[in-house]
């Protein structure tokens, strides 16, 4: 199994122009989220998904689009892309078992540099 | 409103040392999840313990255990005998029945050195 993968590792961006990070699981997990890793402030969820069709937004959700069509994919869509943006973004995905939260595995992360 | 904080933002010991990651959480759930996860140098996330809310045993696992206290809303982690692959960010999470909105702290960097 390859587990979950995330495609670029590393992306620089100018304001203004969008892109799609990739984010694949073949564990056939329910659940999948997007994380951005700020420096001093841990990680915090963008959107996450509990099945294919369902999206749900997280703490930071502005900026950022997701979709659900496979259960084995999740993309993280930046529509106009900002500075504050700038961050690395971890994809993760995990088991569920009815509304029971197991322990999520994590892609390798991607650095995005928005100049 | 659900909050983890981990007040530790570094740690620095000497290899052989026991230290100990603390994490206070926030919830108003009755039925909750909490986590610890490890983030070496590397950079990648790797799980290392869910703990329900019903669940108050304490844990060890070889030089790792984790003290749960619902009276104090903490979830400590404690590594005896540091060695220097200890050496990563820990991050503590809650996450709520029903979603998986899971907040994390803003993590602990321990240094161990030899």
């Known amino acids: 199994n390859a587990g979950v993968t995330q495609t670029p590792k590393f992306q620089v961006l100018k304001t203004g122009q969008s892109m799609t990070l990739q984010c694949a699981q073949d564990?056939?997990?329910?659940?999948m989220s997007w994380y951005r890793q700020d420096p001093g402030m841990g990680l915090r969820l963008i959107h996450y998904s509990v099945g294919a069709g369902i999206t749900d937004q997280g703490e930071v959700p502005n900026g950022y689009n997701v979709s659900r069509s496979t259960t084995e994919d999740f993309p993280l869509r930046l529509l106009s892309a900002a500075p504050s943006q700038t961050s690395v973004y971890f994809c993760?995905?995990?088991?569920?078992?009815?509304?029971?939260?197991?322990?999520?595995?994590f892609g390798p992360g991607t650095r995005l540099t928005v100049t | 409103a659900q909050k983890v904080t981990q007040a530790q933002t570094e740690i620095s010991v000497v290899e052989k040392e026991d230290v100990t990651l603390d994490c206070v959480y926030e919830t108003r759930d009755t039925t909750y999840y909490l986590f610890w996860y490890k983030q070496p140098p590397s950079g990648e996330l790797v799980f290392l313990i869910r703990?329900?809310?019903?669940?108050?045993q304490n844990e060890i696992s070889g030089r790792y255990s984790w003290n749960f206290q619902k009276s104090t809303s903490s979830f400590n982690f404690t590594i005896t005998a540091s060695q220097v692959v200890d050496s990563a960010v820990y991050f503590c999470a809650l996450s709520g029945r029903g979603g998986f909105k899971t907040i994390f702290g803003a993590g602990t960097r321990l240094f161990v050195k030899a």
């Open positions: 993760a995905s995990s088991y569920g078992a009815g509304d029971l939260p197991y322990e999520q595995y």
């Open positions: 564990m056939n997990h329910e659940y």
């Open positions: 703990r329900n809310s019903f669940d108050e």
